[in-house]
């Protein structure tokens, strides 16, 4: 996963969620908030961030100031991935798939946060296994790290691109 430096990249904001949790002690309850946070340029850099809080507005807060140092790039051809790719993290599975145009983002609840905010606009994808957010979107993440184009492959392995093609 490449990082990259946030100062001068415009961030879009998409809050996935807000959860109330609740502590229970012998003397009371706790209640504090959890939240996740997305951030992207809509141009192939994205990053995610938790945030923890007794207030809701500050564990939103908390989790942009994690989105920011948690940028990464993908990259993106033609608003679709140039090939299909899987990941895990935790019990949950992610497959996205590249498709054509006018198809648009084919995918469901976190999952689509992510792509989104990547700036993705063509995406078959299917969440598979676990529906807990926070694995989603590292699988979602991790998958997206993956992605590597043919120029990057021929230039790795210092051959050309009709080689990579046809061996």
Known sequence: MKKTKH????LKERLVGVTRVCKVTKGRRYFTFSAIVIKGNENGVVGYGFGRSKEAADAIHKAGEQAKRSICEVYISNG?????????????????RPASDGTGIIAGGPLRAVLEAVGLRNVLSKSKGSSNHHNIIKATIRALSKLRDVYIISKQRGISIKKVYHG
Request: proline letters at 5%.
């Open 7 to 10: 100062t001068n990249l415009e």
């Open 80 to 96: 679709t991935i140039p090939h299909e790719q899987e990941a895990k993290y935790g019990g949950a599975r992610v497959l996205i």
